[in-house]
Structures are given as structure tokens and as C-alpha cells.
């Protein structure tokens, strides 16, 4: 081996790191690219019971919605299980809401029996164009 030869290939060397370090950040780009991001409804829901259930007696469960931008039409349903019953009024409401803006939606159940029912609310903000963007909570009494 010659002093040429140790040279060259430290060249070599020196001019192959770089270009490999570039590749490796080129990878890196293209795997963050390729990345899928889940976009998030701008809507915040909870459901809570408001006092304490019994059986054969009303519960009153409050579904709180707050949405983070403005739309001309929001829309809740809330799903019942099997068993579980209004005792009055609806489980589906129409309005409006701003951004911002926190509503409240509540409905009347009476517990048939001591065992877990669980209620979900879907709150859905609905727009002229069609489009629909929709959250749902849910409430195990």
C-alpha cells in the first residue's frame, strides 16, 4: 500500500460520509411525509350524570357541547340501550352554535334494573355545503 492509495481512499472516505449523511436526512424527510396525521373534530363534548341514579327512578343526564368553530346547524342524538327508556322529552335536538360557544342538552331516563347501561351522546356540526364534523361522548350509569 502507498502513501497515493491511503490518500485516495481517505478521500474516498471523506466524500462518501457526506453523501451518505444526506441520504439518511433525505430518508428521514420522506418518511415524515409519508407521515398520516388524524385531523381532530372541533368540537368538545362531555357527558355527566347530574345528581345520583336509582333504580326505577329519573336520572338526568346533561351532555355539554362546546364548539371551536362557528356552524349554522348543530345536531345531538343520544343512543338509549335496550332498557333504558325516556321518561320525557326527546333524545334529539337541533340548533345553532357559535365558536366558542358551550350548550348544554339534557335528557330524562329511568333506570330499569341495577345493571350498567351506557348512553352516548353524538353531537355533529353540519354545514350548507353538506359536509359534517361530528363528536361523540358516552355516559355508563
Known amino acids: ?33 409519508r407521515k398520516i396525521f388524524k385531523p381532530q373534530v372541533p368540537i368538545v363534548t362531555q ?29 345531538i342524538a343520544f343512543q338509549l340501550p335496550d332498557g333504558l327508556r325516556l321518561s320525557s322529552g326527546t333524545d334529539t335536538f337541533v340548533d345553532t352554535i ?20 351506557e348512553i352516548i351522546g353524538t353531537a355533529s356540526l353540519e354545514f350548507p355545503d353538506g359536509s359534517r364534523l361530528a363528536r361523540a361522548a358516552s355516559l355508563t350509569i
Open 47 to 75: 357527558m355527566t350524570l347530574l345528581g345520583t341514579a336509582f333504580v326505577g327512578r329519573e336520572a338526568v343526564v346533561d351532555l355539554q357541547v362546546q364548539s371551536l368553530i362557528t356552524a349554522p346547524t348543530l345536531r
Open 1 to 33: 500500500m502507498s502513501t497515493v492509495d491511503l490518500g485516495g481512499s481517505l478521500a474516498l472516505l471523506v466524500c462518501t460520509i457526506p453523501l451518505l449523511a444526506g441520504a439518511e436526512s433525505a430518508q428521514a424527510g420522506a418518511d415524515a411525509a
Open 98 to 117: 357559535s365558536r366558542g360557544e358551550i350548550r348544554h342538552f339534557q335528557i330524562r331516563v329511568v333506570l330499569p334494573d341495577a345493571s350498567a347501561h
